[in-house]
């Protein structure tokens, strides 16, 4: 299933959730569950930018774009984490409310159902979402899994604490329940801000790719040839490679040409999808090193 397809379906959940967590509100007058349907609605809003992010990302260069749209991705889990942000302080006002003006709950056995519900709902979705996501290294499918993980902890706090209102009728706990969970979902979306500013900065691949790098490098050991200036990045789900070849001085261009052929084509058998980029010099040449570039192999 291709990334917009679980985007799509994210969309969808996150409406059947919004009206069960709404239901859970209006039946119980829990504010903590109020706060739960809230960032539903951010699930909704992140969704549904993300599918458009995603829809960019997927188109190929063009004269204006010439190395592709990828980076689309990060604005997708920047705009969520924002979003994020703008709940976490509605569900404290509300909350900071209901301290001052305690109210009694009301059918809380229906609501808490409700929120199980779409719990589950949510919890099945995030987990799928968040495997695709590792697989194909999509930041925006992985935002909005998080987000989700993170709205699936929440309704098991919220459903927790209200079963402890009801058995000891602490109607503070409440607000204060409500508190936490906006305090949570804060801490969630300064972590996607955070990674969504990294890559737009043009982050270094992992370190797990980085040694697959390396290992197809060194698979060349034999040969009269070096490389260095190795440096890496991730724009979105696509990931670049580029370096300097050493060859001997003697070898025809044709020869060099054919041996850097072979460096590309294990580069790409090792990282699926990789884009190397590889300049030929003469063994006796040096060029400026690039600032950060690595030389693992002098």
Known sequence: MQVSSYLKISIAVAIATIALKTGAWWVSGSVSLLSDAMESLVNLAGATFALAMVTIAARPADEEHPYGHHKAE??????????????????????????????????????LALSIASSVLNGVLAWSMLSKARAVGSMALEGDARHLFTDVWTSAGVVIGLALVHFTHWLWLDPVLAIIVALNILRE????????????????????????????????????????????RRAGQRRFVDLHLHVPGAWTLSHAAQVRTEVEA?????????????????????????????????
């Open 74 to 111: 990060y604005f997708s889990s920047g705009f969520e984490g924002v979003l994020i942000f703008v709940a976490a302080l509605g569900i404290i006002w509300a909350a900071v409310e209901r301290f001052l003006h305690p109210q009694p709950l009301e059918q809380l056995g229906l609501g």
């Open 189 to 232: 979306g300064a972590s996607l801000i955070w990674r969504s500013a990294s890559g737009l900065m043009d982050e270094a691949l992992e370190p797990a790719v980085i040694a697959k790098v390396d290992a197809a490098l060194a698979g060349f050991a034999a040969q009269p040839i070096r490389f260095d200036h190795v440096v890496t």
């Open 266 to 298: 294990a580069l790409m058998a090792a990282v699926p999808g990789l884009r190397a980029s590889i300049q030929l010099l003469p063994a006796d040449a040096e060029a400026i090193a690039l600032p950060g570039a690595e030389d693992p192999h002098p």
